[in-house]
C-alpha cells in the first residue's frame, strides 16, 4: 500500500514520465531493436571475411561419424590434410570437440582445385583412435569394420550457391503458402464471419488449436501423417504419401500459418460487415460509395496483415522444418535451418561466424525489403482488389458453388490442419514402445522452457504494456509512429536470423551478460515483445482517451488512472498478448539454436530426439506432453485474467 | 468559492488556431456559458482550463494562482466531457465515488459523500446500475454527480445537454442551473445552443475561431451585440448593405443598392461611409400589399415556417435578397405565400456595424 503510494507520487512527476518514457524506448532499442539487427553491421566491419571466405569460389564440406560411446571420451578430433593417408599430428589438427554427440561438422574455405583428406581421431583418457579417411574427389569406399570410428561419405558444395540454395527454397516455400493459406482461408473467413450454421463455435476453436501446439511437435505429427517415413513404423492412417522435402514443409507450414490468415480476413470481414449495416441504415443509397471507401482500404488492410504474418512465419520457422525433414530423412535446408545447424557445428569450428552472418544479413534484408514491398504493392496497387473482391461475394453466395465451397474448406480444415496437427496421438497409441533415453533430460528441459517463457512474458508484459501507451497516446504523433513502425522489425525478421544476430550482440558487446539462459531469455523477448505490444496498442487505439482524461481531472493521478480505467478496460488484449508471447516462446525453436546450441528448451529436445537419436516414440510422447502442457498454461491464464476481473 | 481568469490564451493545431488570445474573467460562484458553432475551440479551452492540452501561450488563475505548471489531477476541476464518459466497467455507485476513492478518503466520509450526490441527481435507487443500463438522462445526471463528489471548485460543462432529447434538454437545463447554483461552484457551461445560453447563463462569452466576440449577460449579448456575427448567431437577424447619406442630431440617413432610403438614430458613422445595417427579426415588421416610406422594403413570400408560437416569413425582394421575418403565430396566419408585402425595419431597432473588410457573407459564416 505504501509502495503503490509512493509509486503514483513518483508518477504524478512530469519529468519522472518522461524519464520512465526514455527508459522504455532505451529498453526497446538496446534490448530488441539493436540485437535484432545487429548483424547488419557485419556488412561494414566483416565484408572482407565475408568476401574471402563465402562469396569467393570456395567449397565447404558436411562430415558426420559414427558416435564414440564408451565413457572414457574425452574429445574428438577433426582433421584435415591435403595428402592422403596422413599421419594424425597438430598440423592437420582442425578443431576439437568436446561433446561425443556432436558427431557432425563443416569445414569451409576449401579451395576446389585442391583434394583435402579428412580423418576423425577420438581421444580418450588411454588411448587416441582414429577413423577411416575420406577425401573430396567423390570416391567413397564402406569401410573395413576395424575401424571404432567410422566417417561416413562427406557432402561437399559450393558455400555460396548452398546459402542461396537454402534461402530461395525457403522464400519459395513462404511465398506458396501464403498464396495457398489465402485461396483457402478467404472462403473460411468468410464462413466464420457471415453464415450461421450448426457447431460454428466448435469450428471457431478448432482453428486456433494448431497455435497452441509447438511447431517441432507439428512438424512431426504433420510428417507422420504425410510423408513416406524410412525408418518408422507407419500408424495406421498414414497416407505415406509425400517423399519431396518441398512439398512436405509446404503442408507442414501450412498448418501453422492458415490460422493467421483466416483470422486476419474474418477480423476485417466483420468490420466490413458492420460498416455496411451502418451505411445501409443511414444513407441507403450510398452503399455502393460506401463499400468502395471503407471496405477496400479495410479490405487491403486485413490482407496486409495476413500475408505479413503467413509469409514471416512461414519464413522463421524452424524447429518443425527441422523435425519434418529429419523424419523424412532429407538432407534438404531451408534457411534458417542452415542457421540453426551452422550454428550448433560453430561452436567448435568458428570459421563458420562469416558464413552464418552472411546468411542472416540476406534474411533479415530480405524479409525487410519484403515487408515494405507487400505494404506498397497492396496499398497503393489499387487495380485487382477492386476487382476481385465483389467476385468471390456473388460467386460464393448462391447456389451450387457455396455448398462446394463449404466442403472443399470443410475438408481442407480436417485434413489439411486439423488432422496432421494431432496425428501425433495415433501415432503414439499405435507404436511399438521402443527403448528410451531417459526422460531426466526433457522434464529439465520442459522446465527451461517454462522457465523461460514465464519469465519473458512477465517481462513483455511489464515494458510492453507501457510502450503501446507510449505509441498510441504518447505526446508526440510522429515518435508513436516510428515506434510504431520499429516495433514490427523483429515480428518479421526470421527468428534463427535474429537469435544469430542477438547472440553476435551480446556476446561480442556485453560478453559479461551472455550465459545461456540470459540470451535465450533475450532472443524470446525481442520476437514476442512486438506481439504484446501490437494486442495492446490496437485495444488502446480502441478505447476513448477522454475515459482517462476524465479519470485525471477527478484527481486520479497517472498510475491511478492506469490501474482504474485502462487496465480494466484493455484486459481481454492483454490478455491475448501474453498468451501469444508465451506459447511462441514455448514452441520456439530457430532463435534458440541460433541464439545458444547449449540452451536445451522442451522444443529443442525433441527435435534432438528425432535428428540425432531417432528416438520417434519418445520423441511423439514429449510432444503429446508439450501440447498437454501448454493447452493447460493457456487455460490457467485464461483462468487467471477471469478471476482479476 | 473561487474566481478565475484566463490570460490570452493561444493554441494552434497546425494553421488553425483553436484559441486566438482567449481572455475570460469568472467571479466566485458565477454560471458562465460560452456559446459559439462547432469547431469554434470550446472543448480546447475547458481542456486547457482543466491541463489536459497545454496551451501554447497564455496563462490560467485560479483563485489568484497561475495553476500552468499544475497537472490536471491538482487543478481541483471537475470536467464533464461531451458524452460523459462514465467508465463502463463500473455502476452507478462505483463511478460516483471514483474522485473520493483515489483521493484516498476515509470510507465514512467516501459513503457519506456518495449517498449525498446520489440523493441530490435522485439516483440512489440504481447504484447497482451499469452505465449501459441507463438512460441518457441519468447518464448525465450520474457524471454530474461523480463531478460534484470530487470537491472541485470549479465545474467545466462541456455540453452537458448536447445527447438528451429535446424535451429533457429543456427540463434539465434549468435543474443543472440550480444545482450547482445551490452548490456555489463557480462553473464552466459550452455550448451551441444559443437558447440553452440565454435561459441559463449568468454571463455569456461568444466566441468563434478560438475568438471572443463579446462577452456580457443574456440581455446585452440578444439586445445589443456589438458585431455582425453576435447579432447573427444569438437569435436570427437581417442584415442590408447600405451607404450613410445623412446625419443630423436626432436621426441619420442611409441608401441601400436598390435606392430604398433607411433611417436611424444618429450613431457614430461618418457620412459616406459604407456600414451594414442589421436588425433581429423579432423586431422587423410584415404588412399586406404596398407600402411607400422608409425602413421598407418590397418583396413576395417566399416560404411560411410554423415554429409553434411563431411564424418564420421569408420574403424575397426585387433584387433577390431575402429578408425574414418573425412574428406571433396568430398575426401569421393572415399571410400566404406569393403574397406581395412590406417589410419594415423598426428606425429604433437597428444595429449599425462596420462594413467588414472581408465582406457580409464571410463574417456571417458559423463555422
Ligand atoms: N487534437 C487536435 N488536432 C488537430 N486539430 C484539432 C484537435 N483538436 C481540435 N482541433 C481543431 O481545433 C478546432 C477547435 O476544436 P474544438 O475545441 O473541439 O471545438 P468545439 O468544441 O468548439 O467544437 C477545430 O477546428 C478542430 O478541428
Ligand atoms: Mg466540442
Known sequence: MKLTKKLSDLFAKRSARRGWNAFIIFFFALFVLLPTIYVLSYIVTDW????????SDTNSVDLSWSEYTEADFLEYEVHKSTVSNFNLTETTLAFEIDNNKTTHTVLMGLSPSTIYYFKIGVNTSSRIIHSNEVNTTGYYETPPPSFEIILYEPIVTKTESLIYHCLWISFEIAAIV?????????????????KEFRGKRFFDTFLDMPLAVPTAALGFSTALFWAVTPGILSPPGSLNLLSSPMLLIIVLHIVFSYPYMVRSLAAILQEIDINYEIAGETCGASRLTAARTITLPLFRAGLVTGIILCFARSLSETGGTMVALATLGSM????????GTWKHVAKYNPNLVPALAFTSIVLILLALVLLVMVKIIVTKVKLPLKKVW????????KGLPPKLGNLFTFIFLLFIVLIPSFFIFSYVATAEPATEIGWGGFWSSLYYSFLVATIITVIDLALGIPMAILIVRGKSKKLGHVLDTLINVPLIVPTAALGFSLGLFWSTQFSFLSSPLLLIIFAHVAFTYPLVVRNVAGALEETDVVYEETARTLGAKPIQVFRKVMLPMIRPSILAGAIMAFTRSLGETGATLAVSPEAITAPVYIVRLIKDHQAYYQAGLACIILIAVSYCAMLLLRYITKKAR | MVNMRLSNITKKYGKIFAADGFNLDVEDGEYVTILGPTGAGKTTILKIIAGLIDQDSGEVYIGERCVDDLPPENREIALLTQGYSLFPHMNVWENTIFAPTVHGWNEKKIEVIGKEMLNMVRLMDRVDAYPRELSGGMKQRNALARALASNAKVLLLDEPLRALDARLRIDLRYELRRL?????????????????????????????????EQVGNPYEIFERPTNIFVAHFVGEANFVEVVITKKSSDKMEMIDRSGRTIISKPQDFDVGKKVIVGIKTEHTAIEKGEKPGTNTFLGKIQRIMFLGKYVSIEVKLEEGKKLHVKIPTSIGTAFKENMLVTVIFAPDRLFIFDY???GLEKELEVE
Open chain 2, 180 to 212: 450547482v447554483k445551490d452548490l456555489g461552484i463557480t462553473t464552466i457551461h459550452v455550448t451551441h445552443d444559443q437558447e440553452e445560453a440565454l435561459t441559463i447563463s449568468d454571463k455569456i462569452v461568444v466566441m468563434r475561431k478560438g475568438k471572443v
Open chain 1, 332 to 339: 534438404e535446408k531451408t534457411g534458417p535451418v542452415l542457421i
Open chain 1, 48 to 55: 572482407g571475411v565475408i568476401s574471402t571466405d563465402v562469396l
Open chain 1, 178 to 194: 501464403t498464396i495457398i493459406d489465402f485461396i483457402a482461408g478467404l472462403p473460411m473467413a468468410w464462413m466464420l464471419v457471415r
Open chain 1, 390 to 397: 465483389p467476385r468471390p461475394e456473388k460467386f460464393l453466395s
Open chain 2, 356 to 358: 467588414p473588410e472581408k
